[in-house]
T-cell receptor
Framework: KAGVTQTPRYLIKTRGQQVTLSCSPI?????VSWYQQTPGQGLQFLFE???????NKGNFPGRFSGRQFSNSRSEMNVSTLELGDSALYLC????????????FGEGSRLTVL | AQSVTQPDIHITVSEGASLELRCNYS??????LFWYVQSPGQGLQLLLK??????LVQGIKGFEAEFKRSQSSFNLRKPSVHWSDAAEYFC?????????FGAGTRLTVKP
């Protein structure tokens, strides 16, 4: 069974640009969550999608957005990039049971210059 | 609001020595508790989880954790550390997809 796949793994952007990251969940998983990981702030929850609907949202500005497609694949977009957006962006999928075990991808490392 | 505290930012142990990583949580009810491990440049891998029942849970790679309700703790242990255990360890608490992570504990293993 394939794991969670994130693309691209690495990317470099400049301030003001926008970026789109992609996440393919484990087959059968309908919930996809996104996290931002930085050395200073640790793992911070961005948002969670289930059946193409955003169910939960963390405390991030509106420049951070996401969506989920009918096949459960998800994308997140960051517009008007800032230096502080440099981070590892992790996607996690789950079966959406009460126990909520998350399965993580390897992440997309974004560097903003 | 639920929260997780990992008091130790960095721990160094010698290979073969025992290990205990601390985790304290704050939650209104009995939470679901998890330990994840992250190797450099990788995503997070689930080590073990506690939902209910026996308070001592066994995980992968020889790790175990004990849930202590009275202390609101869920500490991770391993009797003998291997060099390959060097990584960052995250404790998490959650229900459904509302998952909160601790700040992590970085483990260094000395030869």
């Amino acid at each position: 069974k394939a794991g969670v796949t994130q693309t691209p793994r690495y990317l470099i952007k400049t301030r003001g640009q926008q970026v789109t990251l992609s996440c393919s969940p484990i087959s059968g998983h309908r919930s996809v969550s996104w996290y931002q990981q930085t050395p200073g702030q640790g793992l911070q929850f961005l948002f969670e999608y289930f059946s193409e609907t955003q169910r939960n949202k963390g405390n991030f500005p509106g420049r951070f957005s996401g969506r989920q497609f009918s096949n459960s694949r998800s994308e997140m977009n960051v517009s008007t990039l800032e230096l502080g957006d440099s981070a590892l962006y992790l996607c996690a999928s789950s079966l959406d049971t009460e126990t909520g075990e998350l399965f993580f991808g390897e992440g997309s490392r974004l560097t903003v210059l | 609001a639920q929260s997780v505290t990992q008091p130790d930012i960095h721990i160094t142990v010698s290979e073969g020595a025992s290990l205990e990583l601390r985790c304290n949580y704050s939650y209104g009810a009995t939470p679901y508790l998890f330990w994840y491990v992250q190797s450099p440049g990788q995503g997070l891998q689930l080590l073990l989880k506690y939902f209910s029942g026996d308070t001592l849970v066994q995980g992968i790679k020889g790790f175990e954790a004990e849930f202590k309700r009275s202390q609101s703790s869920f500490n991770l242990r391993k009797p003998s550390v291997h060099w390959s255990d060097a990584a960052e360890y995250f404790c998490a608490v959650g229900v459904g997809n509302d998952m909160r992570f601790g700040a992590g504990t970085r483990l260094t293993v000395k030869p």
